[in-house]
C-alpha cells in the first residue's frame, strides 16, 4: 500500500528521551513534524514548566521559537495561537494567563548590555511570570541565569527537532 502524502497525516510528536544526568542537567530530544506539531508539543511542555522560570529559546531564524510559544501560550490558557506573533520589533509580547503571564522577548535585535538593560527583563522575573527569550545567548548572564534552554533545528522542510536542556 503506497504512503500517505504528509498533507494527509494526523500531526504526530515523536519523542526521543535521552535523559542524561551529570551533576543537575537533563536533556531529550523531540522530533515534530509540522507546525501543528510543535504548537501540540509547546502545549504538553506547558504542563513541565512552572514560574518564575527563564526559558532560552535557540534556532536560526525561521526555526519555529515563535511556533513553539504559540503552543506554551495556548498551553498556559494565556493567548490563542493565532494571538501569539514574533516580538522582533517590539521586543516584548506579555501573555497573562490565570496561572501565569507569560513574556515573549525577541534579543536579536539587541546588541549591548545597556540596551538589554533598558528592556527591564529583571522587573519582569516574578514568581507568577515565565520568560520566554529569544537569542538570549547573545548575553552570558541570561546564560547563567537561565533554568531551561530549548534548541529549535530544522530537519527538513518542515520537520523540527527541539531539544530540551535544564540545568
Same mark, same amino acid.
Given at each position: ?72 501560550? +495556548?498551553?498556559? +490558557? ?35 548590555? *545597556? +540596551?538589554? +538593560? ?35 533545528? *530544522? ?5 523540527? *527537532?527541539?531539544?530540551?536542556?535544564? *540545568?
Amino acid at each position: 500500500m503506497p504512503a500517505r502524502p504528509s498533507s494527509l497525516r494526523a500531526p504526530v510528536c515523536r519523542y526521543t528521551e535521552s535523559s542524561a544526568m551529570t551533576g543537575q542537567t537533563t536533556s531529550s530530544e523531540t522530533l515534530t513534524h509540522s507546525a501543528e506539531d510543535t504548537i501540540a508539543f509547546g502545549r504538553a511542555l506547558a504542563a513541565e514548566l512552572s514560574p518564575p522560570l527563564i526559558v532560552l529559546l535557540r534556532g536560526d531564524l525561521g526555526a519555529g521559537k515563535t511556533t513553539l510559544v504559540k503552543g506554551i501560550a +495556548e498551553g498556559f +490558557e494565556a493567548a490563542r495561537a493565532e494571538d501569539v506573533t514574533s516580538p522582533t520589533f517590539t521586543l516584548v509580547h506579555e501573555y497573562r494567563g490565570s496561572r501565569t503571564t507569560l513574556y515573549h522577548i525577541d534579543l536579536y535585535r539587541i546588541d549591548t548590555e *545597556r +540596551e538589554l +538593560e533598558t528592556l527591564g527583563l529583571d522587573d519582569l522575573f516574578a514568581p507568577d511570570s515565565i520568560l520566554l527569550i529569544e537569542w538570549g545567548e547573545k548575553f552570558p548572564r541570561l546564560l547563567r541565569d537561565r533554568g531551561l534552554e530549548i534548541t529549535l533545528e *530544522r530537519v527538513g522542510e518542515t520537520e523540527r *527537532r527541539i531539544r530540551r536542556v535544564k *540545568r
